[in-house]
């Protein structure tokens, strides 16, 4: 059981930088997908970025492709979101992922059982 702790959200104005952590319990390993998900009131959970831990492969959706820079640590067993430039609609709440032999393609989300932290607020506001 990999346990998921994520920190660094907050509120910002438009235009402005955070940087999410997400900290595992333990060593995942070198065949872990590991990503960022995100849910707005009333909407439902979205893919933002994703990462394999054995590799330097990452996958990102449209809306923050160059906003947003996914990356790890595997020394500290932490995952990272770099968001920039952020804007209202990125508002939401941030939800690390982690899944054995899952892909990134699909947020680490698959037919493996997935391990979810229990999320950090983000709010932009203009």
């Known amino acids: 059981q990999v346990e998921l702790v994520e920190s660094g959200g907050g509120s910002v104005q438009v235009g402005g930088s955070l940087r999410l952590s997400c900290a595992a319990s333990e060593y995942t390993g070198a065949n872990y997908c590991m990503g960022w998900v995100r849910q707005a009131p009333g909407k439902e959970r979205e893919g933002v970025a994703a990462?394999?831990?054995?590799?330097?492969?990452?996958f990102y959706d449209d809306s923050v492709k160059g906003r947003f820079t996914i990356s790890r640590d595997n020394d500290k067993n932490t995952l990272f979101l770099q968001m920039n430039s952020l804007k209202p609609e990125d508002t939401a709440m941030y939800y690390c992922a982690a899944a054995e032999t899952a892909s990134i393609y699909l947020y680490c989300r698959g037919l493996s059982q997935v391990y979810w932290g229990q999320g950090t607020q983000v709010t932009v506001s203009s």
């Open positions: 990462i394999y831990t054995g590799a330097t492969d990452t």
